[in-house]
């Protein structure tokens, strides 16, 4: 279930592992205020769709999860972070497969299989498809909301610069950072299209098919735009 954020301190967005080389099981601290955060992102994200993002309050999250309001703010600080809440899932992804797999298949590739399979994890269960759902349409129905991505799009433009500077320590930062934009801007229109059609209501299936067509499509024109680049 894609239901929010959960596994090590200090973060208590991601659902990231403890890091390389240092796998362990979660203490019951840890699984107990994992247990609390999703049952507070289900709810809230239950409440968002059946009434809406702006007529829900984080009082009435905090009933729903059945938490005390305290506690809702203890994990996330506003409405605007329980929505986002799995973007350092979406981050820390981004960050394994550049350092676990540019060096093996490439820079581009990388990113392309990355954003492959976020939307795969978005849609690998009927909850999570609801949620994802319920995500593109707050999206679609709240430009605040939709223009706090743009902030997460520069964060992964930015994973995207530092590891071009490690492989290409004499370029010039300023090609390198603009190369990662362009990078950064394409799967975030991708991304956009591929929530469109999850709040449009399409099957998944058709969801998936169709966003892998825009990948090939796009990492094709990237590939042959910043060949020097990656």
Known sequence: MVTGPGTTEPDDHGRSSAGAGQEREPGLR???KQRTREAIFGAAMQLFAERGYDHVTMAEIARAADVAPATVFTHYASKEDLVYALRHEVNDRLRTALHDRADEIGVLPAVKEWMLGMHAFFTETPEAVA???????LLSDNPELWSRSVGFMYERQMLLTELLAERHPDADRFLLEAAAAQVAAATQTAVRYY???LADGMASEEVLARAAVRADRVFEQLERGLADAF
């Open 30 to 32: 840890e699984r107990k």
């Open 131 to 137: 949620q994802a759902r319920t995500f593109a349409r």
């Open 195 to 197: 929530q469109r059609d």
